[in-house]
């Protein structure tokens, strides 16, 4: 195979690379080749934000899309037919700094200096972003865009305060037109294959592509956002000899409503994922604001989540509840299957040599149903669940005509509960019935001890949580959210 040149845009000018390894990151690169060293490097697993960038790409309506992303676990190849930002692109051209920077300044927003680029970063995507009519954000707003950048000196309120401050200083514009005219040029017709020592990196266009790759390929490594992939490199030093990434593949990303379900794209980055599940399902914003962090749920996807099975995986729990369907291809073929059977062992799904995710289908509400999901962990972001649990009943005259019990953290998988459910199930929905079923858990789950829980906290939790899902929809007067939850007041 003859290797083509990865291309994107930075600093003003068109880049080619056809020397670097297909992992190496878009922060090592920065830095380390590039010598722009504004962008810094804190833990390498996208967890503390120093690394953060902004991605521009072309979107549906050939505008640009602009996101802020940790580059310390975004491969180069990725970027191919993309722009790149970091701080170094915010000098304005009389050299004076930029609303953000200067908005900082202002509010003493930096003290060692260290998180102030990925600061800066995560910022100016929001500043970019956000129509001038729409004014200056709220606090909620900015806590939730810096959810994925820490600080460990100045204390976030002047950060915050510099974050509503940059609206109030004079507007310094974007040209997203010029920008969509580079990024344009920049598109190839054909998929990106690049080689680099003995390793492969294919970026298909079209899911007719990927089906093909796919079979023909069947030890390459589906990439997706990289949020689990990027650290078995930087943390495990893992050897991936093939990446077939699927983020260039358009078709992958659609989210449509389709008869009486939503039908969500593998490739669909999770903020996009959750804008619409939410839409339908509004009891799954804290979980949308307690996953991972802004800028991990702009580079990961749902189908990510869901492909990588992992066991404490937040998603999984309230998919399986709304009886989910998971939709698998293999070379131009799909089948479909409930997502809790695609979950065989841990680690180990139902998907077959040369098949891929190509998205799932999640059926609309239905009259009488209640649903609720809960995520128990030690911090409200960026923490991985301890337990997570969601529940989906319906109620006829006040009886449990069907349940959908599903926890992460309890088992080897992503698992339903059927002793819970046949504990609900014909019984009226009442203390007694809420009792049992929580009595009926541990014959469902075993629950592990670890770092982040013992078995019997996690027991314990999870019987409470079916409680106080009960306590918010009993018949008889329901518990307001003010009153089961702590961060309602927050
Ligand atoms: C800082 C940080 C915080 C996080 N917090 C959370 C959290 O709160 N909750 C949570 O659940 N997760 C969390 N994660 C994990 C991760 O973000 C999610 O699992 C994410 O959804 C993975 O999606 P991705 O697109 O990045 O997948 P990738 O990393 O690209 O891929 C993950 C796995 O899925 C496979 N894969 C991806 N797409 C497909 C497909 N279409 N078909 C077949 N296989 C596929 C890949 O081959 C790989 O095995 C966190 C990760 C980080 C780094
Ligand atoms: S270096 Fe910490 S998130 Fe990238
Ligand atoms: S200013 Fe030192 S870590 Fe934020």
């Not at 078709?251 to 939410?278: K, P, S």
């Not at 314990?460 to 009153?483: H, K």
């Amino acid at each position: 195979m003859e290797t083509q040149a990865i291309r994107f845009f930075y600093r003003g000018r068109v880049h080619e690379v056809t020397d670097q390894a297909t992992t190496r990151t878009v922060l090592q690169y920065t830095r380390e080749d590039l010598h722009c060293t504004g962008t810094k490097e804190g833990c390498a697993e996208g967890d503390c934000g120093a690394c953060t960038v902004v991605i521009g790409e072309l979107a549906d309506d050939g505008g640009v899309a602009l996101r802020a992303v940790n580059s310390c676990i975004q491969f180069l190849p990725t970027l191919d037919g993309r722009a790149l930002f970091t701080v170094e692109d915010l000098r304005q051209a009389d050299g004076a700094l930029h609303p953000v920077q200067q908005a900082l300044v202002d509010c003493h927003g930096s003290q060692c200096g260290f998180c102030t680029p990925g600061f800066v970063m995560s910022l100016w995507a929001m500043y970019v972003n956000r129509p001038e009519a729409a004014g200056c954000p709220s606090r909620r707003e900015i806590d939730d865009v810096l959810s994925g950048n820490l600080c460990r000196c100045t204390g976030y309120r002047p950060i915050v305060d510099a974050g509503q401050q940059m609206f109030n200083l004079p507007r310094a514009e974007f040209d997203r037109a010029a920008l969509a005219k580079q990024l344009q040029a920049l598109q190839r017709g054909d998929m990106l294959s690049y080689e680099f020592d003995g390793h492969t990196f294919h970026a298909p266009r079209t899911l007719a592509e990927l089906g093909e790759l796919r079979a023909r390929f069947q030890e390459a490594r589906i990439l997706a956002g990289s949020t689990d992939v990027g650290l078995w490199v930087t943390k495990q030093f893992r050897d991936l000899k093939h990446l077939i990434y699927i983020g260039q593949v358009n078709e992958l990303r659609e989210v449509a409503r389709q008869g009486d379900a939503l039908y969500i794209g593998a490739g669909a980055l999770l903020n996009d994922a959750y804008d619409a599940l939410i839409i339908h399902y509004p009891e799954l914003a804290e979980l949308r604001q307690r996953f991972a962090s802004f800028p991990i749920r702009n580079a990961g996807t749902l189908g990510g989540n869901v492909a990588n099975g992992s066991p404490i995986g937040d998603s999984m729990p309230a998919l399986i509840a709304l009886r989910t369907q998971i939709v698998l291809h293999r070379a131009g073929v799909t089948r479909e299957m409930p997502l809790e059977d695609f979950y065989l062992a841990y680690q180990k799904t139902a998907l077959e040599a040369g098949e891929f995710v190509q998205g799932i289908r999640v059926p609309l509400p239905q009259a009488g149903q209640h649903f609720r999901t809960y995520k128990l962990a030690k911090r409200f972001d960026q923490d991985i669940s301890a337990v997570c649990a969601a529940f989906a009943v319906t109620l006829d005259g006040g009886n449990v005509t069907s349940a959908r019990v599903a926890f992460g953290g309890m088992a080897a998988t992503p698992k339903r509960g059927a002793a819970v459910e046949a504990a609900l199930v014909g019984q009226p929905w009442n203390e007694a019935t809420a009792r049992a079923a929580m009595a009926a858990l541990p014959a469902d789950y075993q629950p592990l001890s670890d770092m982040r829980a013992t078995s019997g906290y996690r027991l314990a939790g999870a019987q409470n949580l079916l409680y106080r899902f009960f306590l918010e929809t009993r018949p008889d007067a329901p518990l307001s959210a003010q009153e089961v939850n702590a961060f309602a007041f927050a």
